[in-house]
């Protein structure tokens, strides 16, 4: 078959996957899946190797992701109901002083954006920002769009999201040197981001009534246009795979447990909420462990006992179930939790991340057929004529896909399925891979606009109309991509 051929088919998967999602509203696994059996077999793959290069793309991918997602979600899940991620929050408000706190509340939204799923993230952390602007009487804006954007570019960046993972092991690039070059850049991204916000707040923007009155402590005037026009009685929020869900905020709580028996309930003789310390500990454990696993991987000698226990204590899958059994016993169990309730806190961060997990494997099961098919070939030799350097065509097939189809998580999979038989053939070193990976998460921050599902719940908890979201959140994250990749380019040269 021709590369032309294959091309055609190539271009049309592409576009009935985006038809599927966004316009018969089918679930992102399920039109992966569908699109790539059409795909395989409009490309030749014979009918009896096609469950075959199913199984394979399916498991290759999930034996090396489900795992870390279910372990994060675990520690982002019991860091929320112990009330750990409020605490951090208003530690760090206190720290840096009432005329620093939107860069608190920025600050806040980068540490916990790590182990917490953004759209749980921006539930816990939005009720305090209500708070800081009832107090200070300043326009919400001013410490929800830096917080919000700053915990949406770690979801595109860095492990153990899913979107960051599942490049990472699809390309072949190194996890730990994707969290050593990742974190510097995503700070840097998340700081140049806070600035573009403190400007674009200086002027301010129609707000929605309801929410008006929910964060000031007024009834809303009836005669005035709140824009939007709606409460945040229910808000869509992105479940981290392009599927809108209705969560109802609350802005007197800090946790949105689905069910009630498994809210935060220390023991009355632990009444404390978790420290600073120790919640920030925590959070950088796993972190500290694979990056330690990297090192002693590049730095010691071959066949030494030391590396080989940094590299089994670094493996991410280890290194997180080290943090998970921390967070049981330091949040949970010492502060009054029993082993039932601990176990239930745990288990009820899966059915949130199940899907995320599906999604990851079916974009494996994409790229497999790509490969298999020599659709993979055919778009590397294209890409290849195109005289773009890897690191500008991961960006760019990201923000592509980012703004057709909403879902940072799908566009940074089939960005991947996509370009792993090019970056494959250019032989690119491992940190080379690494800085591939970033440039794709670069690509899926940017151009979050009206088709994604995080847009849509930012601006209905912040109570922007749909022209000011698009002025704002809109603005700024594609704004912050942007300078995401320009930091990858700038450090191509020195890896």
């Known amino acids: 078959m021709s590369h032309t051929t294959l091309l055609l088919i190539a271009a049309a998967g592409v576009a009935t996957l985006l038809l599927l999602i966004l316009r018969a509203k089918v679930q992102p696994f399920v039109a992966l899946v569908v699109v790539s059996i059409g795909v395989a077999l409009a490309a030749g793959v014979p009918a009896a190797d096609l469950v075959k290069t199913i199984e394979e793309g399916m498991g290759g991918t999930l034996g090396h992701i489900a795992t870390i997602i279910a372990l994060g979600a675990m520690i982002g899940r019991i860091i929320e109901l112990s009330g750990g991620a409020a605490a951090f929050a208003h530690s760090?408000?206190?720290?840096?002083?009432?005329?620093r706190t939107p860069l608190a509340l920025t600050v806040a939204g980068f540490v916990l954006g790590i182990p917490v799923f953004f759209e749980v993230g921006l539930i816990i952390l939005m009720p305090i920002a209500y708070g800081v602007a009832r107090a200070s009487r300043k326009p919400l804006l001013v410490y929800a769009l830096p917080?919000?954007?700053?915990?949406?570019?770690?979801?595109?960046?860095?492990?153990?999201?899913?979107?960051?993972?599942?490049?990472?092991?699809?390309?072949?690039?190194?996890?730990?040197?994707?969290?050593?070059?990742?974190?510097?850049?995503?700070?840097?991204?998340?700081?140049?981001?806070?600035?573009?916000?403190?400007?674009?707040?200086?002027?301010?923007?129609?707000?929605?009534?309801?929410?008006?009155?929910?964060?000031?402590?007024?009834?809303?005037?009836p005669t005035t246009d709140g824009g939007v026009g709606s409460t945040p009685a229910a808000t869509k929020a992105d479940d981290g795979h392009g599927t809108?869900?209705?969560?109802?905020?609350?802005?007197?709580?800090?946790?949105?447990?689905?069910?009630?028996?498994?809210?935060?309930?220390?023991?009355?003789?632990?009444?404390?909420?978790?420290?600073?310390?120790?919640?920030?500990?925590?959070?950088?454990?796993?972190?500290l462990l694979i990056l330690a696993g990297t090192l002693g991987q590049n730095i010691l000698a071959e066949g030494s006992t030391f590396r080989a226990v940094l590299t089994v204590l670094g493996a991410p899958m280890v290194a997180l179930l080290i943090d998970v059994a921390l967070c049981a016993y330091l949040l949970g169990a010492r502060r009054g939790w029993d082993r039932t309730h601990i176990a239930n806190v745990m288990g009820s961060a899966l059915p949130s991340v199940a899907m995320?997990?599906?999604?990851?494997?079916?974009?494996?099961?994409?790229?497999?057929?790509?490969?298999?098919?020599?659709?993979?070939?055919?778009?590397?030799?294209?890409?290849?004529?195109?005289?773009?350097?890897?690191?500008?065509?991961?960006?760019?097939?990201?923000?592509?896909?980012?703004?057709?189809?909403?879902?940072?998580?799908?566009?940074?999979?089939?960005?991947?399925?996509?370009?792993?038989?090019?970056?494959?053939?250019?032989?690119?070193?491992?940190?080379?891979?690494?800085?591939?990976a970033l440039a794709m998460g670069a690509g899926g921050l940017a151009v979050s606009h009206i088709n994604d599902a995080g847009y849509w719940m930012f601006t209905k908890l912040a109570g922007l109309d749909v022209a000011s979201g698009l002025r704002t959140w809109t603005v700024l994250t594609t704004t912050m991509g942007v300078i995401g990749f320009a930091l990858t380019a700038a450090l191509w040269p020195l890896v």
Request: hydrophobic share 50%.
């Open 244 to 287: 809108a869900v209705l969560t109802k905020p609350a802005p007197t709580t800090t946790t949105t447990d689905p069910a009630p028996s498994l809210a935060s309930s220390p023991d009355p003789s632990h009444p404390a909420a978790p420290s600073f310390g120790m919640v920030l500990a925590l959070i950088v454990t796993p972190i």
């Open 92 to 99: 760090l408000i206190d720290r840096f002083g009432s005329r």
């Open 356 to 436: 995320v997990i599906l999604v990851a494997g079916a974009g494996g099961v994409f790229g497999k057929v790509l490969v298999a098919s020599g659709i993979g070939d055919a778009i590397a030799d294209v890409l290849d004529r195109t005289g773009l350097p890897a690191l500008v065509l991961a960006f760019l097939t990201a923000l592509a896909l980012r703004a057709a189809q909403g879902s940072t998580t799908v566009a940074l999979i089939t960005t991947a399925g996509i370009l792993t038989p090019l970056l494959q053939r250019a032989d690119l070193s491992t940190p080379q891979l690494s800085l591939v």
């Open 147 to 221: 917080m919000g954007a700053a915990m949406l570019t770690v979801h595109a960046f860095l492990p153990p999201h899913p979107g960051a993972v599942a490049v990472t092991q699809a390309i072949g690039a190194d996890q730990g040197l994707v969290l050593l070059l990742g974190i510097p850049v995503t700070a840097v991204v998340v700081l140049l981001g806070y600035l573009v916000s403190r400007r674009m707040t200086r002027r301010e923007y129609p707000m929605d009534p309801a929410v008006h009155a929910e964060v000031y402590g007024e009834q809303p005037d």
